[in-house]
C-alpha cells in the first residue's frame, strides 16, 4: 500500500521560504519510471502542478513559479522536500505530494495535504 | 501551455440520474495523458480515470471516461450519494507538463 503525508510549516510570514516533506512508505524513488510530484490548491480554487522529481534526479517545475521553487529527494529517508522562496499571500493553499508510478502521468495516491497560511 | 475547460462549473442532479462532466483542451492531448479526479470536500483528489477512458483500481463500473482531441468526457451512469463531488481534469504534456481543470462541482437537486 502506497500512502504520502506530508509536514511543514502551517504559517509562514511573507518573503519567508517554506520547506516542505513528503514521507512516503510503499514504494522506492530509486525504481525506475518512479516520480514524486506537488501539487497545491488555495481555498476554494482548482489544483495547480508545482514540481515533479523522477528516480533519475530528473526534475520538472511550473514554467510559471520555477524560479523560486526548488525540489531534492532523499531515497534512504523515503522523502522529497520542495523548497518556495518569497511566500506571498497569494501562495496561501493546501499542498499535496502525491505518487507517479512508471509509465504513468497521472497521480495516484495523493498525500492528505497541508494548509500552508502566508499571513504577517 | 494547454488549458483545460471543464464544464458545466456546477451540475445538479439527483440521486440516480446519469452525470455528463465536459473536459475541452486549448489543444490536442493524447488520449493517453488525460485523467479525471474526484475530490469530496477536505480530502484530497483521488484518480478516477486515466488514459481517457482506463479506470483506476478500486473505481466502480458507473464511472467511465471517453473522448479523444480536445474533447474529453466523464460519465457517471447511475449517481449514488458518494458521488456528489469536484471532478478536475488533468493533461499531461510540455511546459507545464501538468495542467488541470477548473473542475465541476455536482451538487445534489
Known amino acids: 500500500q502506497i500512502t504520502l503525508k506530508e509536514s511543514g510549516p502551517t504559517l509562514v510570514k511573507p518573503t519567508q521560504t517554506l520547506t516542505l516533506t513528503c514521507t512516503f512508505s510503499g514504494f522506492s524513488l530509486s525504481t525506475s519510471g518512479v516520480g514524486v510530484g506537488w501539487i497545491r490548491q488555495p481555498p476554494g480554487k482548482a489544483l495547480e502542478w508545482l514540481a515533479l522529481i523522477y528516480w533519475d534526479d530528473d526534475k520538472r517545475y511550473s514554467p510559471s513559479l520555477k524560479s ?44 492528505q495535504g497541508t494548509l500552508v497560511t502566508v499571513s504577517s | 501551455e494547454i488549458v483545460l475547460t471543464q464544464s458545466p462549473g456546477t451540475l445538479s442532479l439527483s440521486p440516480g440520474e446519469r452525470a455528463t462532466l465536459s473536459c475541452r483542451a ?36 458507473r464511472f467511465s471516461g471517453s473522448g479523444s482531441g480536445t474533447d474529453f468526457t466523464l460519465t457517471i451512469s447511475r449517481l449514488e450519494p458518494e458521488d456528489f463531488a469536484v471532478y478536475y481534469c488533468q493533461q499531461y504534456g510540455s511546459s507545464p507538463e501538468y495542467t488541470f481543470g477548473q473542475g465541476t462541482k455536482l451538487e445534489i437537486k
Open chain 1, 68 to 111: 523560486r521553487l526548488t525540489i531534492t529527494k532523499d531515497t534512504s529517508k523515503n522523502q522529497v522536500v520542495l523548497t518556495m522562496t518569497n511566500m506571498d499571500p497569494v501562495d496561501t493553499a493546501t499542498y499535496y505530494c502525491a505518487h507517479q508510478g512508471p509509465v504513468a502521468n497521472w497521480f495516484d495516491p495523493w498525500g
Open chain 2, 26 to 61: 486549448s489543444q490536442s492531448v493524447s488520449s493517453s495523458y488525460l485523467a479525471w479526479y474526484q475530490q469530496k470536500p477536505g480530502q484530497a483528489p483521488r484518480l478516477l480515470i486515466y488514459g481517457a477512458s482506463s479506470r483506476a483500481t478500486g473505481i466502480p463500473d
